[in-house]
């Protein structure tokens, strides 16, 4: 119970620290370009996928449900985020990120799942 809470915590943690790190390198007067927008989307499902990923690997075992676990996490996070930054961003811009981390969450805890199951099938074979 206990590493998967801190599995789940460190990928969010993976997450949050790489969106801050993002805005913070960027200047405020591109916050609101629409090219910026479609990079820092880019990046979120980069960082989702590899907090997936560390999620995944982090907890051991059952990579897809811990997956999820992240993603209720990242997705309450997501509703106060959204509340607050209430007309900051565009909300297409919200949606399109929560896709993203969906989908990226979801792509990394199954890229762990596909690697225990080829290290267990690689296992059998050399027994």
């Known amino acids: 119970m206990v590493r998967s809470l801190i599995a789940i915590f460190a990928g969010y943690l993976l997450m949050a620290l790489g969106i801050v790190a993002l805005f913070a390198i960027v200047s405020s007067d591109l916050l609101a370009a629409p090219e910026f927008l479609a990079v ?42 959204a509340i607050a930054a ?26 762990r799942a596909h690697q225990q199951q080829v290290e267990v099938e690689d296992s059998s074979l050399h027994s």
């Open 40 to 81: 820092a989307s880019l990046c979120n499902l980069a960082l989702a996928t590899a907090a997936g990923y560390v999620t995944a690997l982090l907890a051991g075992n059952a990579p897809v449900s811990h997956g999820l676990g992240l993603i209720g996490l990242a997705s309450g996070m997501w509703v106060m985020s």
């Open 86 to 111: 209430s007309g900051q961003e565009p909300l297409l811009f919200q949606l399109v990120n929560l896709g993203m981390m969906v989908l990226g969450v979801m792509v990394g805890a199954y890229w």
